[in-house]
């Protein structure tokens, strides 16, 4: 057979034609031109980068007669020998089909002897993963001392499974990836060696099918030029991959965006028909909304799209589709193609993807740009009764004649105090400012109450109920209530963390109330103080009459519910 594939014939010879992998080869180079190369390699990356042609190159210059040189000369009987494969001493293994440690042993035997035709044996063992742990064990001792004639190069595409013994005894490179633009101008200058012609974007279409491999990349070239007549054109690159065109995909998220359900299940439909694989048509979805998200927050990184050309139709499509969209759309689409994979109707699939994102496009986008969550709405309608509350305390409450009741003034007296700490929580001038205008009613109402606040907050967070438990409340004019509390450290904990929640809590049992909190020993110092003060501005009772009072034992019951400084006796 005369006729030889493009990636075997255009094979690279020298170091520097290995496309895409210059921090590799560059340090070869120097490492050959001073004759300090090692005696073991793992050379490690995807497939078709060039890991294997390196090592073949790496052979003939460690060989070649002319060494040491920085490139093989490929002139000499040596390097012609190794690229023609007389050469014994340079002994290629597949480890797939020979992973046992007879092989190994085999190896371990033979690598003694001395080198017959060049100055190196080369040992080359690819996909050496494949090797199994008897056969590691094997090469071990062999790795870390092999002969001063003898050098091993292995080749891995998944070096995670090789022991670290293994890759602790070798010089390790990391073959990457080639870029788009790397695999285009080496497609580039073999057309133009070989006479032929080839639209741009249909080597763009090529290199992106690659993935990175410049063995695929001259495979899929290889076919293009069989399948086209005159010149590859983007069409025949679509055809032989099974891809669909970005005009297609374009048509198809128009469809989605406009959540227009019968033509993009139409379009899958005649994918289908024209011989596309439903699974390829959804990964080149998923990569297309990939690089739309990428054209909208980073759109000076066009050269690491995958699947798309910045044209005006996908420019004008991005700038009228939201992030957020976006960002549900690839979740959904990623889904659906894992289920893919294991579907015996994979076309079922496709279908329902492209149904589901129609029928919720609209849920997640509304015509005038984008529709509100429940709970953003919930977060408003509780700002706005914030609001409404903090205007009810803030507006001055109405003058009241001299013969108004003294309820009313006791209300007028709440809302000033409720606008004075409007601004601010705690503080013994803020309990005082509370006292002034403090009621036994709203107090009571309070207390008789406090059991079912108790529990709701056990119900909504056991922790906040545990620091609440060890206060009480003292005093309330019903715009605010004071808590008093035993230990300091329960006092700080509800007062950072969980005043919001018992407010809540304090508003759905009919009272919104603001909390103040304060420690025992500061409270009674504050009631008693209030007290003298208001005794001095009424002038003092007679101590023998409010003894005298007090031995009544309704008064004492009333004492022990509501407490000695909310008990007032009157004649």
């Not at 060989?63 to 190794?82: H, M, Q």
């Not at 690491?304 to 005006?312: G, L, S, Y």
């Not at 408003?380 to 009741?405: D, N, T, V, Y």
């Not at 929580?425 to 403090?438: C, D, F, N, T």
């Amino acid at each position: 057979m005369s006729y030889k594939a493009l990636y075997r014939v255009w094979r690279p010879q020298e170091l520097q034609d290995v496309v895409g992998q210059e921090h590799i080869t560059q340090t070869l180079q120097n490492a050959l031109g001073q004759e300090k190369f090692s005696h073991a390699y793992l050379f490690s990356g995807p497939r078709g980068t060039g890991k294997t042609s390196a090592a073949k190159i790496l052979a003939k210059a460690i060989n070649c007669e002319k060494a040491p040189v920085r490139e093989p000369c490929n002139e000499c009987a040596a390097c012609r020998g190794i690229t023609d494969g007389s050469v014994v001493d340079i002994i290629e293994i597949d480890a797939a089909s020979n992973n046992g440690v007879d092989e190994i042993r085999y190896i371990r035997d033979n690598v003694i002897a001395a080198p017959r035709d060049v100055r190196y044996k080369v040992y080359i063992i690819d996909e050496v993963h494949m090797l199994s742990t008897g056969a590691f064990n094997a090469l071990l001792k062999t790795l870390e001392e092999p002969p001063k004639h003898a050098v091993f190069i292995l080749a891995t595409t998944e070096p995670h499974k090789i022991p670290l013994t293994i890759i602790s005894r070798c010089q390790r490179f990391d073959f990457k990836q080639i870029t788009a633009h790397d695999l285009v101008g080496r497609m580039k200058y073999i057309l133009e060696t070989q006479g032929w012609e080839a639209e741009e974007d249909a080597l763009y279409l090529i290199a992106r099918a690659a993935e990175g491999g410049m063995r695929d990349a001259l495979s899929l070239l290889d076919q293009a030029v069989s399948f086209s007549e005159d010149v590859i054109t983007a069409d025949d690159v679509l055809a032989i991959t099974g891809t669909v065109s970005q005009q297609f995909l374009t048509k198809v998220v128009h469809a989605l965006k406009h959540q227009d359900t019968p033509a993009a299940v139409e379009a899958a439909d005649q994918m289908i028909r024209d011989g596309k694989d439903p699974l390829q048509f959804m990964g080149d979805m998923i990569y297309y909304f990939r690089d739309m998200l990428l054209y909208k927050t980073a759109p000076r990184l066009d050269e690491i799209m995958d699947r798309v050309t910045v044209d005006e139709n996908f420019e004008e499509l991005s700038q009228k589709t939201e992030t957020n969209w976006l960002y549900e759309v690839i979740n959904r689409l990623n889904y659906y193609h894992q289920e893919m994979k294991w579907a015996s109707h994979p076309k079922i699939f496709l279908e329902m993807a492209l149904i589901n994102i129609c029928h919720t496009a609209e849920n997640q986008q509304t015509q005038t740009g984008g529709a509100e969550t429940e709970e953003v709405q919930s977060l408003k309608e509780k700002i706005a009764r914030l609001e409404e509350r903090i205007k009810h305390w803030e507006s001055p409450s109405p003058s009241s004649s001299q013969e108004a009741p003294a309820v009313e003034t006791g209300k007028a007296a709440r809302g000033q105090t409720a606008k004075n700490i409007s601004a601010g929580l705690g503080g013994e001038g803020k309990v005082r400012e509370v006292l002034k205008s403090a009621t036994k009613q709203e107090l009571q109402s309070v207390v008789n109450q406090w059991s079912t606040v108790m529990k709701e907050v056990k119900q909504q967070s056991v922790p906040a109920h545990a620091w609440l438990s060890d206060a009480k409340p003292v005093v309330s004019d019903g715009g605010t209530v004071v808590l008093a509390f035993q230990n300091e450290m329960h006092r700080n904990m509800v007062d950072t963390k969980f005043r919001a929640l018992i407010e809540g809590v304090l508003e759905k049992s009919g009272k919104p109330l603001y909390l103040l909190t304060v420690q025992s020993v500061h409270w009674e110092k504050i009631k008693e103080e209030f007290k003298q003060k208001q005794q001095e501005q009424e002038g003092s009772e007679d101590p023998s009459e409010e003894k005298e009072d007090t031995a009544d034992p309704l008064v004492d019951e009333a004492v022990k519910l509501f407490g000695s400084d909310l008990v007032e006796i009157e004649e």
